[in-house]
């Protein structure tokens, strides 16, 4: 027979087990499609998740509480389960440098980029 204690040691280690994994791994969620016409549980689903805008990515923790907010709108979204968010790109340059300014009745002296 097996003692009281041993199995509640064994459901700790195992509940700290998935603590740990839990807290290694992110869900990647992407607005896939818009709210425009959903009920309004719906949208406050994703609004408050953080997804305001259609193409939107957010990292949430693994947890119940965001697996039963992403279960609610499990249409509209695409999900990833990722170790580590992504790094967010530079955004792209302008295009075009200013070589020196001239007076203010002159406009400045541009070059484009090609």
């Known amino acids: 027979m097996v003692a009281a204690t041993e199995v509640a040691d064994s459901a700790a280690t195992a509940i700290a ?9 992110l869900y990647k969620i992407t607005l896939a499609r818009s709210t425009i016409g959903m ?17 939107m990515v957010v990292y949430r923790p693994v947890c119940n509480e965001i697996a ?20 967010i790109h ?4 302008k295009g075009y440098t200013i070589v020196r300014r001239t007076k203010r009745s002159q406009p400045a002296l541009v070059t484009t980029e090609k």
Do not use: H, Y
């Not at 530079?90 to 340059?93: C, D, E, G, R």
């Open 39 to 55: 009920p309004p549980d719906t949208r406050r689903n994703t609004e408050a998740l953080g997804l305001f805008k259609r193409g």
């Open 17 to 25: 087990k998935a603590d740990a994994i839990s807290e290694q791994k």
């Open 90 to 93: 530079k955004p792209a340059t």
């Open 68 to 87: 039963g907010m992403i279960l609610k709108i499990k249409e509209l979204v695409k999900l990833e389960l990722v170790d580590e968010p992504e790094q």
